[in-house]
């Protein structure tokens, strides 16, 4: 998905003035997307998160790099760009600040999970 419609989305997320299709409507129009590509940027930003799958990859970096150095915070920054939209937007600093705790709470499972794996507890389902 483009960046730009990850943008758009955050916008739409974010703006409170006149009506939901007011504001659709300007975000349409400044990103020139057309309604399809607005709902599938937000199913993809908002459903589209594998915090199971991100959280695996992390487990598997912190026991593959146990000195925790910084190809370990770029490959794990990677990792989690890759399961999870929401934070990419989040790490690019193009999230509005009303998603942000909503990111940090989505960092803080992926953290948790990685540490229960690598601790040898097993995920819960």
Known sequence: MNTNHHKAVCELCSDIEGTTAARVERVLSRYSMS????????????????????????????????????????????????????????????????????AVEMLNMIDDAAERQVAGFPLPI
Do not use: W
């Not at 991100?54 to 593959?64: M, N, Q, R």
């Not at 790099?65 to 690019?92: A, F, K, S, T, W």
């Open 35 to 102: 309604e399809d590509q607005l709902t599938a940027a937000c199913e993809e930003l908002f459903s589209g998160n594998d915090v199971m799958g991100a959280s695996i990859g992390v487990a598997a970096l912190k026991l593959t790099y146990p000195e925790r150095g910084d190809d370990y915070e770029e490959l794990c920054i990677r990792v989690i760009e890759q399961g999870c939209p929401l934070l990419r937007m989040y790490y690019d600093g193009a999230l509005p600040a009303e998603l942000e705790h909503n």
